[in-house]
């Protein structure tokens, strides 16, 4: 099983300021099979970014995801104020498929 | 658009059992795979289960392999999970989820289902 970590736990960051959020894996991800989600209280989660860099249909552009390997990140340039919400990465490569902890970005 | 509707979840004793359903709506459910996650009361979201589109390969998390069976009926557009030998740390929000064309990410999530284990 791909184990996966997500750094920090917490982000806490003013609206217009830009957030680095980091998803380490215990192996390769092969293929960057690697998705960010992203989950407001009480709704279900929405997908960001699938192929570790590939936004999703309607996703605004200052989302974006990089990396490679066992190593990912996905970046928000701008934070707006509906950006603040938990931050989950998932590996999609093998079963079983797996989610990180997440990163809750709160407002500072 | 592409909607998913769950139901069956509710209150059940340890040791019981409980079918939910997914229906969906707006896209060619026999192409795609379908999956199952829950949520915990205030924890994260973990995987439980996937179905390809024709029903024949099925994986499950380690977590509910052997109670759990994912299955799906393409005629009727359904995604099931029969859930056996119900046990406390089940108590979740159950989501139903649509994979993506170009693999098993999930773009599309229903509202979700509470399923309760309590005596």
């Known amino acids: 099983e791909i184990v996966l970590t997500q750094s920090p736990g917490t982000l806490s960051l003013s609206p217009g300021e830009r957030a680095t959020l980091s998803c380490r894996a215990s192996?390769?991800?092969?293929?960057?099979?690697l998705a960010w989600y992203q989950q407001k209280p009480g709704q279900a989660p929405r997908l960001l970014i699938y192929g570790a860099s590939s936004r999703a249909t309607g996703i605004p552009d200052r989302f974006s995801g990089s990396g490679s390997g066992t190593d990912f990140t996905l970046t928000i340039s701008r934070l707006e104020p509906e950006d603040f919400a938990v931050y989950y990465c998932q590996q999609y490569i093998n079963s079983p498929l797996t989610f990180g902890p997440g990163t809750s970005v709160d407002i500072k | 658009q592409e909607q998913l509707m769950e139901s069956g979840g509710g209150v059940v004793q340890p040791g019981g059992s409980l079918r939910l359903s997914c229906v969906a709506s707006?896209?060619?459910?026999?192409?795609?795979?379908m999956e199952w996650a829950r949520q915990a009361p205030g924890k994260g979201l973990e995987w439980v289960a996937l179905?390809?589109?024709?029903?024949?390969?099925?994986y499950y998390a380690d977590s509910v392999k052997g109670r759990f069976t994912i299955s799906r009926d393409n005629a009727k557009n359904t995604l099931y999970l029969q859930m056996n030998s119900l046990r406390g740390d089940d108590t979740a929000l159950y989501y139903c989820m649509k994979t993506g064309n170009s693999g098993w990410f999930s773009d599309k999530w229903g509202q979700g289902t509470l399923v309760t284990v309590s005596s």
């Open positions: 192996q390769s991800v092969s293929n960057n099979k």
């Open positions: 179905v390809r589109y024709n029903g024949d390969d099925k």
């Open positions: 707006g896209f060619r459910f026999g192409d795609f795979a």
